[in-house]
């Protein structure tokens, strides 16, 4: 798990985290937890990759096993691609602040005005959300939340801090334009970032329904 990305769902989520490199290996040994994240990754869902099909495998064991789980970006197209989904490859990149409806009302996004402003990185999209699940958020790019019963998923990043906005823009100079980094470097201001940071309370909605889940399971045991 890269630095950025440590640091960024440290300080949003109020929960206390244990952390697993997918990437090298490392996944939990069993589902004995409150709830699990998947977060953003360089990968694509549908690459030929060990550690792919095992944290794949995973996750699914976990849902099937009643845990919640949120997804983030490449955590959003993996979810949807353990639950049925079509994840697929981009004409173009989604780079920079951009604006998401919210399409319906999800309790993940209580408190958030129906248009809101996020930070987007991503190349792949959820074509086709899983069957059975609920869809509460896109733009013109297409599917930017889903739902299905325990699961939620997200493909902006609530958690991007200024910082890793501006570093993420910086190592895309090897797939955009040089006047494409520049226009989405400028877009990243105190403004935009104070703005985006109004969707960072989804990480507060979705403790508040794992702590409702762990309740539950309490009460019937």
Same mark, same amino acid.
């Given at each position: 798990?890269?630095?950025?990305?440590?640091?960024?769902?440290?300080?949003?989520?109020?929960? &206390?985290?244990?952390?697993?490199?997918?990437? *090298?290996? %490392?996944?939990?040994?069993?589902?004995?937890?409150?709830?699990?994240?998947?977060?953003?990754?360089?990968?694509?869902? $549908?690459?030929?990759?060990?550690?792919?099909?095992?944290?794949?495998?995973?996750?699914g064991d976990a849902i099937e096993a009643g845990l919640p789980a949120l997804g983030v970006c490449y955590g959003h197209q993996l979810l949807a691609d353990v639950l049925g989904g079509r994840v697929e490859a981009m004409d173009e990149y989604e780079l920079g602040y951009r604006t998401v409806e919210q399409d319906g009302h999800n309790?993940?996004?209580?408190?958030?005005?129906?248009?809101?402003?996020?930070?987007?990185?991503?190349?792949?999209?959820?074509?086709? *959300?899983?069957?059975?699940?609920?869809?509460?958020?896109?733009?013109? $790019?297409?599917?930017?939340?889903?739902?299905?019963?325990?699961?939620?998923?997200?493909?902006?990043?609530?958690?991007?801090?200024?910082?890793?906005?501006?570093?993420?823009?910086?190592?895309?100079?090897?797939?955009?334009?040089?006047?494409?980094?520049? %226009?989405?470097?400028?877009?990243?201001?105190?403004?935009?970032?104070?703005?985006?940071?109004?969707?960072?309370?989804?990480? &507060?909605?979705?403790?508040?329904?794992? *702590?409702?889940?762990?309740?539950?399971?309490?009460?019937?045991?």
């Open positions: 798990m890269a630095a950025d990305t440590r640091r960024n769902f440290r300080r949003g989520l109020d929960a &206390d985290v244990v952390e697993f490199d997918c990437l *090298a290996g %490392e996944l939990p040994d069993d589902f004995r937890y409150d709830a699990f994240v998947v977060t953003g990754s360089f990968a694509s869902v $549908y690459w030929d990759r060990e550690w792919i099909t095992r944290l794949r495998r995973w996750a309790r993940l996004l209580d408190g958030l005005d129906e248009e809101f402003t996020v930070f987007t990185s991503h190349s792949d999209r959820v074509s086709d *959300a899983p069957p059975g699940a609920t869809v509460f958020a896109r733009n013109d $790019y297409g599917i930017h939340g889903f739902r299905k019963d325990r699961v939620f998923a997200v493909q902006f990043h609530p958690e991007y801090d200024m910082a890793t906005a501006e570093s993420v823009t910086k190592g895309k100079d090897d797939q955009l334009s040089a006047d494409r980094i520049a %226009e989405i470097l400028d877009g990243i201001h105190e403004d935009n970032y104070r703005s985006a940071q109004e969707a960072s309370r989804l990480f &507060d909605n979705f403790i508040e329904f794992v *702590a409702e889940v762990s309740s539950e399971r309490l009460s019937t045991n």
